[in-house]
């Protein structure tokens, strides 16, 4: 019988939905790494399958303190994505583990899903399309329909994603401001886009778009509040996180006419409750956290998160690490 081949490591994907793993394994064979598997949907089978593994590699589960208090020889967690509101950060800095994440994923495909809803909203595709379906042929049913050139888009955070839309956007015709107070006006100015603060983007903007991740400062931020403010024309457009907006709040202002419409690709919950007053209204456009989503993106994001796994268990800084506090702790 063979010998079974020896690993210097164990990289564990807590879960992932993908065809194959063969990219991951590919870059971590480079290191001596063994890949294991896993579907896990509670901490404790995380717990069971990651206890003695030195690396992470996870999509959508929750890795808590519990779960990182657990973890007796870990030294990396690589998160699939962008966001790593679904890490305890400050738990695994404490701890000495690296935290990475894929900042340059699908930076083309949610910028073009942004403004293909921006679209569908201002044009009112997906109305006028269900009510052809239906035997009416008849354009007045979706009065008013404004030209978007020279309308106003608002940004709301001014991240990689935000500034590529707001190339797109420009290229329609259209003006651009940006709400972000981490981002300079020199910035901005640099991709022609103004800088505003919140309140006079939600007063000005034709069409405000949300690129802000999710935390503790975010959770909630339009709520019956900020949609009073906004135009009664504009339409809201959320390729972000769907609890950065108080679904019961959005409801009013869109079944009550507060704005015209909004365009979102993720909500609070996912995925979303079939009961969701949401899903009654014909100037709601709703797709199934889809944004990131080509074949190409997904396997650039296979590989880097499987490099920032190879790059610690090499000794190195990886290229995308999110907490850079925990180098005073590992040097």
């Known amino acids: 019988m063979a010998n079974k081949k020896s690993y210097k490591f164990k990289v564990v994907i807590t879960e992932a939905e993908y065809k194959s793993f063969e990219i991951e394994k590919e870059e971590l064979n480079e290191v001596g790494a063994e890949l294991i598997v896993g579907q896990c949907k509670t901490e404790d089978e995380i717990i069971q399958i990651a206890k003695d593994a030195d690396g992470l590699i996870v999509q959508c589960a929750s890795i808590t303190r519990r779960v990182i208090e657990s973890l007796k020889k870990c030294k990396v967690i690589a998160r ?5 509101d679904s890490i305890d950060v400050e738990a695994a800095t404490e701890h000495g583990i690296c935290v990475v994440n894929v900042p340059e994923y699908c930076l083309d495909e949610v910028s073009d899903h942004t403004i293909a809803l921006a679209l569908a909203c201002v044009r009112k595709v997906v109305m006028l399309d269900n009510a052809v379906k239906k035997g009416i042929w008849d354009f007045k049913i979706a009065e008013p329909i404004f030209r978007l050139k020279n309308r106003n888009l608002g940004l709301v955070g001014f991240g990689n994603i935000a500034r590529i839309v ?10 651009v401001m940006a709400y972000d107070p981490y981002i300079s006006s020199s910035v901005m100015t640099q991709n022609n886009v103004k800088k505003v603060n919140l309140e006079d983007l939600l007063k000005e903007a034709d069409i405000i778009s949300l690129h802000l991740p999710l935390t503790k400062n975010t ?6 509040k900020e949609f009073k403010l906004m135009k009664d024309t504009a339409f809201l457009v ?3 996180r769907g609890p950065l907006i108080k679904e019961e709040d959005l409801y009013k202002a869109l079944s009550e006419r507060w704005i015209a419409g909004a365009g979102l690709d993720v909500a609070e919950k996912e995925p979303i409750d ?3 007053d949401l899903l009654k209204l014909e100037n709601v456009i709703i797709t199934p956290h889809v944004a990131f989503y080509s074949e190409e993106s997904l396997k650039d994001l296979q590989r880097s998160a499987a490099k920032g796994i190879a790059q610690v268990l090499k000794g190195e800084i990886p290229t995308s690490l999110v ?3 925990v180098l005073e702790k590992i040097n």
């Open 219 to 224: 959770k909630y931020m339009f709520t019956e």
């Open 238 to 240: 959320n390729t972000g």
């Open 166 to 175: 707001s190339c797109k956007a420009q290229a329609f015709g259209m003006g």
């Open 323 to 325: 907490n850079k506090e």
């Open 80 to 84: 699939y994505g962008i966001g790593v």
């Open 274 to 276: 079939q009961n969701s």
